[in-house]
């Protein structure tokens, strides 16, 4: 296989990319060290940029690493026929077990706790192993939610119903 670069593209407005969607005609773009979603169309022109979380440490167009969330993955979510984008950190330490679940119409944003979830994982010796827990990628089929830890090549399935019901607070068991 033999693969050729046709065009390189600088997108100096956003500081980072760990996580990508497309939707439609448009590009959905997370960073690990970026408080925004960021929208753009296919010619790479930023569209918006939605506020995930609000900080003050984002002044220099990136936030420090030791506060950063790390988000990491950004998939699409249908829940009660409503289309949702679902981002989250990497749960390799303090302060990176937040997600947030955009409503795509709306934009509005909801706050989610993954750590339930992460706890649970890194105390999970056939999960984590002796090595931390860093997950870098997420997707979701029709019925499964699949997470990509980095530090030892583990994909975790979850049943997408009970993620969803635990991370919508709708039950408090874990998936």
């Known amino acids: ?47 918006d940029r939605i506020q995930l979380f609000s900080t003050n440490d984002f002044s220099n167009g990136r936030m420090p690493k030791h506060l950063k969330p790390d988000l990491e993955f950004l998939t699409k979510l249908e829940i009660e ?11 390799s330490a303090k302060g990176r077990d937040k997600g947030f679940l955009i409503e795509l119409n709306s934009y509005k944003v909801t706050e989610v706790s993954l750590s339930g ?36 090549n583990t994909i975790i399935i979850y049943n997408e119903t009970s993620f969803l019901s635990f991370i919508r607070g709708l039950t408090d068991i874990n998936p």
């Open 117 to 152: 979830i992460y706890n649970s994982l890194k105390n999970n010796q056939k999960i984590t192993g002796n090595l931390v827990l860093n997950i870098e990628g997420l997707a979701a089929t029709q019925n499964q939610m699949l997470f990509f830890n980095r530090s030892n």
């Open 81 to 91: 026929n409503k289309k949702y984008l679902f981002t989250g950190g990497s749960g």
């Open 1 to 47: 296989m033999k693969i050729e670069i046709t065009n390189k593209i600088s997108l100096d407005n956003l500081p980072s990319a760990s996580g990508l969607e497309i939707i439609n005609e448009n590009l959905y773009i997370v960073g690990d060290d970026s408080p925004f979603l960021y929208l753009l169309d296919f010619n790479f022109k930023q569209i």
